[in-house]
């Protein structure tokens, strides 16, 4: 445990992520969750357990870290809070709530944007006994794992990205897009390597779901290369499994990190997590 700016902190991992502890977040001052931003911003992951927050309190709180992002699908807000998207697996009154088992691969938020979210926050409604965890990978410590010869050669890569692909071929709520969704979400490229603008740390930025090619290397040869980078970085060494309970809330930086969610006996149990963005900036 350690001491920065009067917060207790631990990290989640040698060297990555911090469990943040004695912040009650809805009557913590703004220069108290200002620390707490500031502590997101060094660790590249933050849980706070315990928490009791409204609708209110989430807007609150994110907007300490920037503008909230639209969500790309509208049917999952919660009412009259269009920034919070609902995840979950409960039906009312014969209708889903939220998506199910919408972040299960491993992939980074909004990959398919010209300036995808810079961070996500997921808080606990309602969690099963077991399974549901969420898993967080270290881009950087991956990268700074990697031989300068295998730096060297992945550096210059770009990656093309498609929405339209990802919604077509994803194991779980496949769908064709609408004109209107695929007009919104056309096709971009980002660097397969990113640089942090805080600080420029470098992080291996891979995704599956979106990518569809690397430029330069069409075809299988490409792809199978994304595969062996995102294994070696989803390797134990570089992954803190998140073991959820009501109340947590945990936020990723995504543009030095991948995550997943896992699965759930969801014949057994309701899991529902109020799930907010922030807005980004393009990646170089
Ligand atoms: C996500 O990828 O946004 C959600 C992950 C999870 O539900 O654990």
Redesign the pocket.
């Known amino acids: 445990m350690t001491l920065a700016d009067d917060l207790a902190i631990q990290d989640l991992k040698p060297g990555f992520g911090a469990l943040i502890q004695g912040v009650d977040l809805p009557t913590a001052s703004d220069a108290r969750i200002d620390s707490v931003v500031a502590a997101f911003h060094r660790h590249g992951a933050i849980v706070l357990r315990d928490q009791t927050m409204t609708p209110d309190d989430l807007m609150r709180f994110i907007g300490r870290f920037g503008d909230p992002e639209d969500h790309t699908q509208t049917r999952f807000t919660l009412p009259g809070y269009p920034k919070i998207f609902i995840?979950s697996n409960r039906v009312v009154d014969g209708k889903p709530i939220g998506a199910h088992n919408?972040?299960v691969g491993w992939?980074t938020?909004y990959s398919y944007k010209p300036q995808p979210v810079m961070l996500?926050m997921?808080y606990a409604v309602e969690v099963p006994d077991e399974g549901?965890d969420?898993l967080l990978a270290d881009g950087c410590a991956a990268w700074n794992a990697l031989s300068p010869e295998k730096q060297d050669e992945l550096l210059p890569l770009r990656l093309h990205h498609s929405y339209k692909h990802f919604m077509a071929t994803r194991e779980f709520g496949a769908q064709i897009l609408s004109p209107e969704l695929e007009a919104a979400n056309p096709d971009v490229e980002h660097p397969l390597i990113r640089t942090h603008p805080a600080d420029g740390r470098k992080a291996l930025w891979p995704s599956t779901g979106t990518v569809t090619e690397v430029i330069g290397k069409p075809g299988p040869e490409g792809l199978a290369l994304i595969d062996e980078l995102v294994e070696f970085m989803t390797g134990d060494d570089f992954v803190y499994r998140h073991k959820w309970a009501k109340g947590d809330l945990l936020m990723w930086d995504n543009r030095c990190t991948l995550?997943?969610?896992?699965l759930y006996d969801d014949t057994k149990y309701f899991r529902t997590?109020h799930?907010l963005w922030v807005k980004g900036d393009k990646p170089y």
């Open positions: 995840l919408d972040g992939h938020d996500t997921l549901s969420t995550h997943t969610g896992t997590m799930r």
